[in-house]
């Protein structure tokens, strides 16, 4: 493996006083043979508090333009992943380490050793020696193929109140090519700085939106028990209504895509008063949990979690709500709506099923029980049979009237 580093050129900076002095724009590469895997330009800098022998005190310093690529980068295999360390004055250390799910790669372990005996950085430190803090929620993800980029500011808190503060990055693993992919993923920062212009400009007419798709095909999933007996059961078809920013027309829009049940697989679990069902296709993951009231008898859908990552997406789109009340149906029944039925989880997320049969709780012989319908349906029932008493009712006054109406003719010829 061989590791090199080299500066971008002509970018310009100034010298300001206090911490922030050196916003180089520095390219750190990781080659193994002839191919880069890793490549990165970035600035960070790093806030650390540690015990001095007056109190507790913070160092703040930025990674130096002095910083090298250390000997720990690799591109992975064998067991490592690939990662990318950053070395700098006395034996301190940045390492970035990557995963990959063939779709998504994200730092998945960032950790800082920085080193108490330079007392240039840590005046009057009470301990000396080598200290190793990570986080693996550094939020840095992006798609395969694509550069992720946030050139904002952004902090990330790793254990033992240490903060590193980056800025300026573009950076890609996994690399196709020796050079960062022109297609970007941008962090979300940099999408609020973009999305405040529009806000703050007076809203004209809303976007046309696009035809939605169309209805959902219906999927057959189940959830078993670890002997194979199915203990949740679910028929329906799922449309996702994601409001997002859009990466080809940059602009938030409202994104409306069909769950396709062949390439959808189910999994979850399966409680005395939780239950939950997880659909994954492709980049896209919901989950819904039932809860179950043992005082009602009544179980409903308690919470959804979502996580997508679409093509137009420009981040990764992820939440969830925890305390919905949705879907009430009795213990021991399944619940059923054939309607159209719309489940708001957030504003920015809604579900619409259709055709919709679930059970979640004491499913016997793999078979849904008794169906309990959706109010929807219901009215939907009613409404046959209140035109039917209607059209009866008419039926009964026209003989009546008949019936009336022969009875004074009889009357007339009497009286004549
Ligand atoms: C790297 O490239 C050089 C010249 O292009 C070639 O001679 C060499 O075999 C390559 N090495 C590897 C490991 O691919
Ligand atoms: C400072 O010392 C206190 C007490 O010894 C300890 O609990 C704390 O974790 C130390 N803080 C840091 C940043 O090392
Ligand atoms: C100790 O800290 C206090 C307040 O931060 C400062 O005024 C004082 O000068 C410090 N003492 C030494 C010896 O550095
Ligand atoms: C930590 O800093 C001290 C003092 O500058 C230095 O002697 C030592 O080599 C450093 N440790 C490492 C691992 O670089
Ligand atoms: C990424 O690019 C490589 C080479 O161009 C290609 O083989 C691979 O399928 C791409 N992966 C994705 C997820 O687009
Ligand atoms: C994260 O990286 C640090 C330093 O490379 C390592 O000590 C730690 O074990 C790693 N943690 C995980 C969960 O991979
Ligand atoms: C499978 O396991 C579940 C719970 O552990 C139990 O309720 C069920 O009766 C079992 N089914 C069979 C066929 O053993
Ligand atoms: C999707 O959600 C948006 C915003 O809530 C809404 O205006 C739109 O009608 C929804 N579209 C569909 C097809 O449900
Ligand atoms: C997105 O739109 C905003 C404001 O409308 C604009 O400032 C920004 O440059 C645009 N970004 C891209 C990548 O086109
Ligand atoms: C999934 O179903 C759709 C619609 O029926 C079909 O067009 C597509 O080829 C199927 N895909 C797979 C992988 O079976
Ligand atoms: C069950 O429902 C009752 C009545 O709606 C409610 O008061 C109670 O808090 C619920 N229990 C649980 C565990 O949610
Ligand atoms: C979660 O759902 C509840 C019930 O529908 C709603 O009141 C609440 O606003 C939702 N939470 C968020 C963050 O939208």
Redesign the pocket.
């Known amino acids: 493996m061989r590791v090199k580093r080299c500066f971008a050129a002509g970018v310009g900076w100034t010298l300001l006083m206090g911490c922030v002095f050196a916003a180089h724009a520095v390219t750190f590469e990781v080659t193994e043979g002839n191919s880069t895997c890793i490549k990165a330009e970035l600035n960070a800098s790093f806030s650390i508090s540690y015990n001095s022998t007056n109190g507790t005190r913070e160092a703040v310093f930025p990674l130096p333009s002095s910083a090298v690529v250390g000997g720990g980068s690799s591109c992975g295999g064998s067991g490592l992943p690939p990662g990318l360390d950053l070395v700098f004055g006395e034996g301190h250390m940045i390492s970035l380490q990557f995963s990959s799910d ?2 998504l790669y994200r730092v998945a372990n960032l950790s800082l050793q920085y080193n108490l005996s330079d007392t240039d950085s840590f005046p009057q430190s009470s301990s000396a020696g080598l200290v190793v803090v990570m986080t693996n929620a550094s939020g840095i993800s992006a ?3 694509t550069t992720y980029r946030c050139l904002s500011s952004t902090l990330i808190s790793l254990d033992a109140g240490v903060t590193i503060s980056f800025s300026g990055v573009r950076m890609e693993a996994y690399m ?1 090519s020796a050079n960062l992919s022109t297609d970007e993923s941008v962090c979300s920062a940099d999408q609020t700085t973009t999305t405040i212009a529009p806000t703050q400009a007076p809203k004209t007419t809303a976007a046309p939106s696009p035809p939605p798709p169309p209805t959902p095909e219906r999927g057959n999933y189940s959830v078993t028990h670890g002997n194979g007996s199915v203990c949740l059961l679910a028929l329906m078809g799922l449309q996702l209504n994601i409001t997002h920013l859009s990466k080809s027309q940059n602009k938030t829009i409202s994104e409306v895509v069909n769950l396709q049940p062949n390439r959808t697989t189910a999994s979850g679990s399966c409680g005395v008063t939780v239950a939950t069902l997880t659909l994954s296709e492709d980049l896209t993951n919901l989950t819904f949990t039932f809860t179950l009231n043992a005082t009602t008898q009544k179980f409903h859908l308690s919470a959804v979690n979502v996580s997508a990552f679409w093509s137009d997406m420009t981040d990764v789109f992820e939440v969830g709500n925890v305390s919905l009340e949705l879907l009430q149906c009795s213990v021991g029944r399944s619940y059923m709506c054939s309607a159209e039925q719309t489940l708001a989880v957030v504003p920015e997320f809604s579900i619409n099923t259709f055709s919709l049969q679930l059970q979640p709780f004491n499913v016997t012989a793999n078979r849904f029980s008794a169906a309990e319908e959706c109010r929807v349906d219901r009215e939907n029932m009613l409404i046959p049979i209140i035109v039917g008493a209607a059209l009866a009712g008419l039926v009964l006054i026209v003989l009546i009237a008949y019936l009336i109406g022969r009875k004074r003719t009889h009357a007339g010829y009497q009286t004549i």
């Open positions: 063939g779709r798609r395969v193929n196709p």
